[in-house]
């Protein structure tokens, strides 16, 4: 064969395989033939079915709180869908179960008097419920147990306005405050929810799982209840006044003896060829109960839907197994995910990679990968480069694939799981419109019309295409270059995002030139031994210490630095403002650093039991959410503050991110993604 004869073939074999599109000096031929990425292409965004699942999920099935029956529903309901789209092998695997369902009801507040003024509320889950209408005066909490004696006869049939740290703390003595206050009679606690600067009344509520794992008879039964800050702030005044305040306070939740069982949702297209290799690519079903659940984590778990639609409608015979998962107790610690690592640890040298959605509804346009990932990755995502931008005025790469030496560190999202155990758990980076962070993830507005219909039908076009293209490359993805952190715990990625530093426990062992653990002078090798002159064991002591330290600035913390002892002040505001230390950046590229936590830390390593959430972030919200009333708008709960946007405010969200997970101390602080 001559010399032309070959060009003659190479072209025509490079035109049959589709566009062969130039990086750097290489050609990269795709992976996928172009009718068939035509057709993933042309299905996804012309015929999108993106809209109506999240739809049905948010509206037909509502909040997703792990162990309530409101979770058993949406398993239920993607198990029919899945079966509908013809996936094959659709069932639930079964990750726990827990010793009592706990479902959330009505909230409802008003002031009856002097004024007449709704007020919004909201309550944590696994919390006490009013149990019914509940009214009576509003007297201020006593400092501390020395000035109770003086108000005791004011408690009963009152509500308690306290400050948030007396109603949240887990010091003894605060603790013993709050039970003389119900001993005497009141019906429970009200306290202030804080947002930010930008969105002041923004309220978020969390709550300890763990308190579905003990007796009936041991349920919480102290009413407390959170108070959105503007409405508030409308109280205080009147009782700054000398008024009279009567309130009526309805929160509705309910305990129930289980045991519940606690699951994963799985569908599969099977391999043609390597039916035992996987492509895996997932996103939680669960939520917290404020809301709908909508970008944290509906937009993850229908675009995941969505994108098994797409490809079962086009017909596609994949070579490996493309196995679709939707995950139960992502918000209490990762626990699905752990789970599933654990019971198929012998499977795990066969995933090819797991691909995670779980942050919001900004549209797909970057993923970081390992060097030794990279050709073969450029090959998967050539197709996606044809997509058009689903932001008409976007000038950059439609996609764009970021080289890191490993993929590393820990995460506040379920493709932690699967770097622990040494798989490649890849991450979106996300760009657009959205602000997820701020305005949606974790708050009551995180409904359906906050959802943003061109990027969900872009992102699971995206998620469809990389997925066919990974589990038809020759051979698996490389895992050499997935490095696991063992020690990818919340609190110290969290410490580690406030310090600008790296810590091993208590230890210094980076210190980034300019950050604020270098302005405060903290050096490599420096120990954190004391807050404010206490012992300080475990990290997660500085975040729950700050939540106490009302009225104060700084904390002093002390170090051992060899054999000298230093002190330093840290700024409250700096730890309580961590945001869930869900990156250590602000902004950029959508990814955290290598080697940091994309989405925050409460990664648990696979056979460790991470205890989840239990506790709001220092100075942020403790409590506070919102969602309305069962039987009030299908499509969201929750007002918007007024003037405020249903979508957000606008600018770039190009976190990658996730919902904090939990950590072993039982920790929670409210992040940046979910």
């Given at each position: 064969m001559s010399n032309r004869e070959q060009l003659g073939v190479l072209f025509l074999v490079c035109a049959l395989a589709g566009p062969i599109f130039a990086q750097g000096t290489a050609a990269v031929v795709p992976v996928l033939d172009e009718a068939t990425a035509t057709s993933i292409r042309t299905e996804g965004i012309d015929n999108s079915q993106a809209m109506r699942l999240l739809d049905d999920l948010t509206s037909k099935v509502g909040h997703r709180l792990t162990?309530?029956?409101?979770?058993?529903?949406?398993?239920?309901?993607?198990?029919?869908?899945?079966?509908?789209?013809?996936?094959?092998?659709?069932?639930?695997?079964?990750?726990g179960e827990w010793r009592l369902i706990w479902n959330r009801g009505t909230w409802k507040g008003r002031i009856v008097a002097p004024i007449t003024l709704?007020?919004?509320?909201?309550?944590?889950?696994?919390?006490?419920?009013?149990?019914?209408?509940?009214k009576g005066?509003?007297?201020?909490?006593?400092?501390?147990?020395?000035?109770?004696e003086a108000l005791a006869k004011t408690f009963a049939g009152a509500w308690v306005y306290a400050p948030a740290a007396l109603v949240t703390s887990r010091s003894a003595e605060r603790r013993a405050l709050r039970e003389q206050i119900m001993a005497a009679g009141a019906h429970g606690f009200l306290y202030m929810t804080k947002g930010d600067a930008k969105f002041p009344t923004r309220v978020r509520v969390f709550g300890d799982h763990n308190q579905a794992m003990g007796k009936l008879e041991d349920v919480p039964t102290t009413p407390q209840v959170a108070v959105q800050s503007d409405h508030a702030q409308q109280l205080e005044a009147l009782l700054d006044e000398g008024k009279e305040v009567v309130v009526e306070i309805q929160v509705d939740s309910e305990f129930k003896p289980g045991p519940i069982e606690l699951n994963n949702v799985v569908a599969e297209i099977p391999g043609t060829e390597k039916p035992d290799e996987v492509v895996i690519v997932c996103g939680h079903l669960d939520s917290w109960h404020q809301a709908q659940g909508c970008t944290d984590n509906g937009t993850g778990t229908t675009s995941t839907m969505e994108a098994a639609r797409i490809l079962a409608k086009v017909g596609v015979k994949p070579t490996r197994t493309i196995r679709f998962i939707l995950w139960g107790g992502e918000e209490e610690g990762l626990l699905g995910s752990v789970a599933y690592v654990k019971q198929h640890r012998a499977e795990m040298d066969k995933i090819s990679c797991a691909f995670n959605h779980d942050t919001g509804t900004n549209w797909a346009q970057s993923m970081s990968v390992s060097a030794s990932m990279l050709a073969p990755m450029q090959r998967v995502f050539a197709p996606v480069m044809q997509l058009k931008s689903p932001e008409p005025d976007f000038t950059g790469p439609v996609f764009n694939l970021k080289k890191v030496e490993v993929i590393s560190g820990g995460g506040g999202s379920d493709h932690a799981s699967f770097i622990a155990a040494r798989v490649p758990g890849l991450e979106w980076g996300l760009r657009g419109r959205s602000d997820y962070f701020q305005y949606t993830w974790h708050s009551q507005w995180d409904r359906f019309d906050v959802a943003i219909p061109e990027y969900q039908r872009h992102t699971s076009t995206v998620i469809a295409l990389a997925a066919?293209?990974?589990?038809?490359?020759?051979?698996?993805?490389?895992?050499?270059?997935?490095?696991?952190?063992?020690?990818?715990?919340?609190?110290?990625?969290?410490?580690?995002?406030?310090?600008?530093?790296?810590?091993?426990g208590l230890k210094f062992t980076k210190v980034e030139k300019g950050g604020r653990a270098d302005g405060l002078g903290i050096q490599v090798g420096d120990v954190i031994r004391k807050a404010e002159g206490k012992d300080v064991e475990q990290l997660f002591e500085l975040f729950a210490m700050a939540r106490d330290m009302e009225g104060k600035e700084t904390m002093d913390i002390g170090l051992v630095r060899g054999?000298?002892?230093?002190t330093v002040k840290?700024?409250?505001?700096?730890?309580?403002?961590?945001?869930?230390?869900?990156?250590?950046?602000?902004?950029?590229?959508?990814?955290?650093?290598?080697?940091?936590?994309?989405r925050g830390s409460s990664e648990a390593a696979p056979g460790s039991s991470p205890r989840g959430s239990g506790e709001a972030a220092p100075g942020s919200s403790p409590r506070g959410s919102g969602e309305a009333a069962p039987g009030s708008s299908p499509r969201g709960s929750g007002e918007a503050a007024p003037g405020s946007s249903p979508r957000g405010s606008g600018g770039s969200s190009e976190g990658s991110g996730s919902s904090g997970g939990g950590d072993d101390q039982g920790l929670m602080v409210t992040a940046h993604n979910g």
């Open positions: 162990g309530s029956d409101n979770f058993t529903k949406a398993c239920d309901w993607a198990l029919a869908e899945f079966s509908a789209m013809g996936l094959q092998n659709v069932h639930k695997e079964k990750w709704e007020l919004y509320v909201a309550a944590e889950a696994w919390t006490a419920s009013t149990n019914g209408m509940k005066r509003v007297v201020r909490a006593p400092k501390d147990s020395d000035g109770f066919l293209g990974v589990a038809n490359l020759p051979e698996l993805l490389d895992h050499s270059g997935v490095r696991a952190t063992g020690g990818g715990r919340q609190s110290m990625n969290i410490a580690g995002a406030v310090f600008n530093a790296e810590l091993d054999k000298e002892q230093v840290l700024k409250l505001v700096d730890l309580r403002n961590a945001r869930g230390g869900r990156s250590g950046r602000s902004s950029g590229s959508g990814e955290a650093a290598p080697g940091s936590s994309p």
